[in-house]
């Protein structure tokens, strides 16, 4: 369109949208409930189905509900003038961000597509949960393909049904089109959807730039060590393990929302484990090579370097799942390891993983391990489409509309940034992860799994404990957390935040934003816990910062020199293993 004339390019629109509206309405034709255009849910109401087993009544409750509804949103807009406007007859759709701009409601026309679209989302969603299917997990997996299913062909994503990409084009003389194009190009040259503007960060740079050493590192992390920010510091120092699934950079963006900052700040010697991006010389390692030589070696050097017996220690999401593991190993072998540990978003109890384990069952994970179960690389972008696909509106069909038909860029968000450096896995590490945790959930019941040589037992590990779950989040349901602590041998305090699982946990105490919920009682059921918790203002930080320093030893005067003789300083943070791309 950069060749023609406004007038040309706005009687091509034009022609677009009247092609589309004609599209639409022959469409709505339908609306007896006979089968429609393929590959549409956005106007006439879903045709009637026969489900065997189901209850009768239920479905023709279901049914009439939704035809009535659909009568009445159809007597609504078809008197309409263009200029007019009414109150929604579907609630639901003004809660609806995909369709809060004015050009929705403005017209009759989309009006009727987006509220026909939520009602018959609304209707699908209730055929899934009403279906008997005695089996959780297989249900599990129909509700969340009924959820894709459903977001995916929202009117919103699609040019002939989207008023604002018609908009768009007509104020921008075809500009937005184009541009439009070239970001499809670029992102499929990239292999992903661009959430952010990848040019504004640099690891190093503006991102993971608390200062600080690596003083250690073998074929599976580097070991950091940060320069204290105190004159002094706690006596017993910290070492946080990340997840290796993404990098650990999650937990030091920049310095306004820097959680390692934030702790070295308070006066804590803090040591972390940055994991090494696997490619092919890393394909061949498991489970055991994360326990021994990341989480229990880190562990060694942390002792030496500290002069301490028994450092803290925190772990993040599987971060924390190894960090159980390695104490439950280290616990087997008559040892007492730690001071006091932290799970943050952890899952040590597998049993409901939420929309995760409609993912995963017993065939995709022989093909896992028969595929890369003894070497082989998971790749980085199959995860984080897996991680997407649990978000499709917010991480998946909002970038597509707002990059592809609207033509934007996205802007820069250090968050997203991390959320696009993806990392890969081992093959035999995320097979035996897979089978043993999310599908077999091994890891709860004493002495089922080996480790180095080891029957671990969490029952073993007597460090006291704190637990730190989100309230929203959707890859660590908080309820579930919540059971981990029933597994251990010590005592536990349990802290639930709100938000979900990046935004639960990177929550600045500067920003004083969000809340939590904290309860003495440790003997009760989740639900039971949250009934009668007291919510606090603000970041739950503090509250942990507290509870970490009554565990951390006395102040002792903070050391510039990192290392020691035997750890010496081998290059800046973050070190080289954190930029490794994929």
């Known amino acids: 369109m950069n060749n023609m004339t406004p007038e040309q390019s706005r009687e091509a629109l034009e022609g677009m949208m009247r092609a589309g509206q004609a599209f639409m309405q022959n469409f709505f034709q339908q609306f007896s409930g006979a089968q429609g255009a393929a590959g549409s849910i956005s106007a006439a109401p879903v045709a009637p189905v026969v489900m065997p087993g189901m209850d009768t009544e239920k479905l023709v409750s279901l049914q009439r509900d939704h035809l009535e509804q659909h009568a009445k949103l159809w007597a609504s807009v078809a008197g309409r003038k263009p200029d007019e406007t009414a109150d929604p007859v579907v609630p639901a759709v003004v809660k609806d961000r995909r369709f809060s701009a004015p050009e929705w409601s403005a017209s009759p026309f989309y009006d009727y597509i987006r509220q026909a679209y939520v009602l018959n989302s609304q209707f699908l969603s209730a055929v899934a949960d009403a279906l008997p299917i005695a089996d959780k997990q297989a249900k599990s997996r129909l509700q969340f393909m009924t959820k894709q299913y459903v977001e995916a062909l929202s009117p919103a994503n699609f040019a002939a049904t989207n008023p604002e990409f018609i908009q768009r084009a007509l104020d921008t003389k075809g500009e937005s089109i184009t541009a439009g194009v070239m970001n499809m190009i670029s992102d499929m040259e990239k292999g992903r959807i661009s959430m952010t503007d990848d040019s504004a960060f640099e690891v190093g740079v503006n991102l993971a730039v608390t200062k600080g050493s690596v003083i250690y590192e073998n074929d599976v992390m580097q070991l950091i060590q940060y320069s204290p920010l105190s004159e002094n510091v706690c006596e017993v120092p910290l070492l946080i393990v990340p997840p290796c699934i993404n990098k650990y950079y999650i937990l030091d963006l920049q310095a306004e929302n820097s959680?390692?900052?934030?702790?070295?700040?308070?006066?804590?010697?803090?040591?972390?484990?940055?994991?090494?991006?696997?490619?092919?010389?890393?394909?061949?390692?498991?489970?055991?090579?994360?326990?021994?030589d990341g989480v229990l070696q880190a562990l060694e050097v942390v002792r030496d370097i500290g002069k301490v017996d028994k450092p803290n220690i925190l772990g993040f999401c599987i971060g924390g799942t190894l960090v159980a593991s390695a104490l439950a190993v280290a616990y087997a072998r008559g040892e007492d390891p730690v001071n006091?540990?932290?799970?943050?978003?952890?899952?040590?109890?597998?049993?409901?993983?939420?929309?995760?384990?409609?993912?995963?069952?017993?065939?995709?994970?022989?093909?896992?391990?028969?595929?890369?179960?003894?070497?082989?690389?998971?790749?980085?972008?199959?995860?984080?489409?897996?991680?997407?696909?649990?978000?499709?509106?917010?991480?998946?069909?909002?970038?597509?509309?707002?990059?592809?038909?609207?033509?934007?860029k996205p802007p820069a968000f250090d968050l997203l940034y991390w959320n696009s450096d993806s990392t890969n896995l081992p093959g035999p590490f995320a097979a035996w992860y897979l089978r043993n945790m999310y599908l077999e959930n091994n890891l709860r019941i004493p002495g089922k799994l080996e480790m180095l040589g080891q029957k671990v037992d969490l029952g073993r590990i007597k460090a006291p404990a704190y637990f730190m779950a989100a309230r929203e989040d959707h890859i660590v349901p908080w309820q579930t957390s919540y059971l981990g602590r029933r597994l251990l041998g010590g005592e536990t305090t349990f802290v639930l935040g709100a938000s979900g699982h990046i935004a639960g946990v990177v929550n600045p105490a500067a920003k004083n934003k969000r809340s939590y919920w904290v309860n003495s009682a440790d003997d009760?059921?989740?639900?039971?816990?949250?009934?009668?918790?007291?919510?606090?203002?603000?970041?739950?930080?503090?509250?942990?910062?507290?509870?970490?320093?009554?565990?951390?030893?006395?102040?002792?005067?903070?050391r510039s020199r990192l290392g020691n003789r035997t750890y010496k300083q081998m290059e800046a943070a973050p070190g080289s293993y954190v930029k490794e791309k994929l």
């Open 524 to 558: 009760v059921a989740s639900e039971e816990w949250l009934a009668s918790a007291q919510e606090q203002k603000g970041s739950w930080w503090p509250n942990w910062i507290e509870w970490l320093k009554a565990r951390s030893g006395k102040q002792i005067g903070a």
């Open 259 to 292: 959680y390692v900052r934030y702790i070295v700040e308070q006066g804590f010697t803090v040591f972390l484990v940055s994991w090494r991006n696997p490619k092919a010389g890393q394909s061949t390692l498991g489970w055991d090579n994360y326990v021994g």
């Open 340 to 408: 006091s540990v932290t799970f943050l978003t952890t899952l040590l109890d597998f049993s409901d993983t939420g929309e995760i384990q409609c993912l995963v069952d017993e065939g995709s994970v022989a093909t896992k391990e028969a595929t890369i179960g003894k070497s082989g690389l998971m790749n980085g972008r199959e995860l984080s489409n897996v991680f997407s696909s649990l978000r499709p509106n917010d991480l998946i069909w909002n970038y597509v509309v707002d990059n592809y038909l609207k033509g934007n």
